[in-house]
Every structure is written in C-alpha cells, then in structure tokens.
C-alpha cells in the first residue's frame, strides 16, 4: 500500500505561480505522474518522472511552463507551475506507478496503481 499526499494547491492570479508537492514512502523507488481534472471535464495527464533514470514527460499543454521534479531523499515529488492560465484551474492528482509509458493514457482509477487524493488549484483574476 502507497499513500500518496498531495499539497500546495490553491488560488492565484493569471500569470502566477504554484508549486504543487507529492509525498508517500518509498516513492522513490516509483514512477510519478501528475494528472488533472477539470470541472465538467476528464482527467487528464500533465506530467510525469519516471524512478529510474528521472526521465520527465510533459503534455503539450504545460510545456515550458510546468516543471516536475523529485528529491528522493524527501520522499518528494514537485509540479512547479508557472505562468498559470484560467484553463489551469483542475484538481490535480499525483499517481505512482512502475513506469511513465503511456501514462497520459492511463487516466482511469485503475491506470496507475496508486493514486492521491487531490489538490485544488484555481487560476481566476
């Protein structure tokens, strides 16, 4: 069983800036996909960091403005996301895996193995 805990949502204003953090035990020994879901709309992949050799993958969406990162001596995993837009706004997810393949594929509950339980991020002026 991984617990996974997600924190550092909140509000800010178009053009702001968060950082998003994901903390479990032995996460370093996992891949970690952040997803986000939107209201009315499905979950979607954002990004992920593999365990092995700290590859990152980056949707379309977010490349250039959000940056994933991990300390495995924390037991950390980061989203830092700058330049933020009103279409940022979601409950993001960080999820655990063995890898990142397809992972912006594997959006479902049984997609990646563990999952958080979210942490809201409202981009509004």
């Known amino acids: 069983q991984l617990q996974l805990v997600e924190s550092g949502g909140g509000s800010v204003q178009p053009g702001g800036s968060l950082r998003l953090s994901c903390a479990a035990s032995?996460?370093?020994?996992?891949?970690i996909g952040w997803f986000r879901q939107a209201p009315g709309k499905e979950r979607e992949g954002v990004s992920c960091?593999?365990?092995?050799?700290?590859?990152?993958y980056y949707a379309d969406s977010v490349k250039g403005r959000f940056t994933i990162s991990r300390d495995n001596a924390k037991n950390t995993v980061y989203l830092q996301m700058n330049s933020l837009k009103p279409e940022d706004t979601a409950v993001y997810y960080c999820?655990?895996?063995?890898?990142?393949?397809?992972?912006?594929?594997?959006?479902?509950?049984?997609?990646?193995?563990?999952w958080g339980e979210g942490t809201l991020v409202t981009v509004s002026s």
């Open positions: 999820a655990a895996d063995a890898s990142c393949r397809d992972y912006e594929r594997r959006t479902g509950y049984y997609g990646m193995d563990w």
């Open positions: 032995r996460l370093a020994y996992y891949a």
């Open positions: 960091i593999s365990s092995t050799d700290g590859n990152t």
